[in-house]
């Protein structure tokens, strides 16, 4: 079992720039593919970022933006989040695949799940 746990999220004004921190439980976190995702209220949860051993790969939207990092010395993953603007307004949920996909962006291919933290851009 894989115990993850999200902070860094908070209130921030339009512009601005937040860092996510996601840290693992467990032995083998450098075999996990890991993602953020996020959700909106009234909202299905999206994916945001995810990082595999082929490197880190983006949504759109945060393509430019939000940068993907890992310190597996320290079982531990990190998004990046510059340029906020309001539409980034959600929960933000960090997962782990344990089959260490080259590519995992959707919910179903991730089996650990965070408790979410919480990100305000206000206008």
């Known amino acids: 079992q894989v115990q993850l746990v999200e902070s860094g999220g908070g209130l921030v004004q339009a512009g601005g720039s937040l860092r996510l921190s996601c840290t693992a439980s467990?032995?083998?976190?450098?075999?996990?593919?890991m993602g953020w995702f996020r959700q909106a209220p009234g909202k299905e949860r999206e994916f945001v970022a995810g990082?595999?051993?082929?490197?880190?790969y983006y949504e759109d939207s945060v393509k430019g933006r939000f940068t993907i990092s890992r310190d597996n010395a320290k079982n531990t993953m990190y998004l990046q989040m510059n340029s906020l603007k309001p539409e980034d307004t959600a929960v933000y949920y960090c997962?782990?695949?344990?089959?260490?996909?080259?590519?995992?962006?959707?919910?179903?291919?991730?089996?650990?799940w965070g408790q979410g933290t919480q990100v305000t851009v206000s206008s």
């Open positions: 997962a782990a695949d344990q089959s260490g996909s080259y590519y995992a962006s959707r919910v179903g291919e991730y089996d650990y």
């Open positions: 467990g032995r083998t976190f450098s075999s996990y593919t």
């Open positions: 990082i595999s051993r082929r490197g880190g």
